[in-house]
T-cell receptor
Framework: AQSVTQLDSQVPVFEEAPVELRCNYS??????LFWYVQYPNQGLQLLLK??????LVKGINGFEAEFNKSQTSFHLRKPSVHISDTAEYFC?????????????FGQGTELSVKP | DAGVTQSPTHLIKTRGQQVTLRCSPK?????VSWYQQALGQGPQFIFQ???????QRGNFPDRFSGHQFPNYSSELNVNALLLGDSALYLC??????????FGNGTRLTVT
């Protein structure tokens, strides 16, 4: 069984400040890791994914995430946020045997960027 | 290139009724997954269809059923609606072993 814990339900931050959204996972098998963003009244958009290789993954909109196997973490970072980054962010895992299969999501982190 | 489209966008039903939600996958995608997102929660996997067969299923009762058509579009059916079925229902499409692309969802309200 797999589970995902997003350690912060809400993260308020000022514009142009750096931000980190924390994600820890638990799994008895090897996993793929994902971050999705959800803007109000919209579906989920893939920000970035870790499949294999370099543990530092770069995604869209200037976001990056680092996979840490020993700490079972996959934290999302951005060095300078914009007002337009205000959204809900979800960390997710899937079984390596089926990348396009069942995703297990965390509860989400609401990022609020203030001017 | 149209992405994943879902219809309707909003729906209000009464307890005990039945509902059908529809999804057209992104062009070229042959796999469709359905998720339920309750207010303030992360999405939860309902099931996935590939080649018109249910390939995987999450922890949802039999009241939730689905279908995939030869053109890869899909329907989600929920029978005997409960107040707790009120949620955003998300459809996602993909190719085998590739990331999911999500639609904007159908907001179902059960009164």
């Amino acid at each position: 069984a797999q589970s995902v814990t997003q350690l912060d339900s809400q993260v308020p931050v000022f514009e142009e400040a750096p931000v980190e959204l924390r994600c820890n996972y638990s799994s008895s098998v090897s996993v793929y890791l994902f971050w999705y963003v959800q803007y109000p009244n919209q579906g989920l958009q893939l920000l970035l994914k870790y499949l294999s290789g370099s543990t530092l993954v770069k995604g869209i909109n200037g976001f990056e995430a680092e996979f840490n196997k020993s700490q079972t973490s996959f934290h999302l970072r951005k060095p300078s946020v914009h007002i337009s980054d205000t959204a809900e962010y979800f960390c997710a895992v899937s079984d390596r045997a089926n990348q396009g299969g069942k995703l297990i999501f965390g509860q989400g982190t609401e990022l609020s960027v203030k001017p | 290139d149209a992405g994943v489209t879902q219809s309707p966008t909003h729906l209000i039903k009464t307890r005990g009724q039945q509902v059908t939600l529809r999804c057209s996958p992104k062009s070229g995608h042959d796999t469709v997954s359905w998720y339920q997102q309750a207010l303030g929660q992360g999405p939860q996997f309902i099931f996935q269809y590939y080649e018109e067969e249910e390939r995987q299923r999450g922890n949802f009762p039999d009241r939730f059923s689905g279908h995939q058509f030869p053109n890869y579009s899909s329907e989600l059916n929920v029978n005997a609606l409960l107040l707790g079925d009120s949620a955003l229902y998300l459809c996602a499409s993909s190719l085998p072993n590739s990331p999911l692309h999500f639609g904007n969802g159908t907001r179902l309200t059960v009164t």
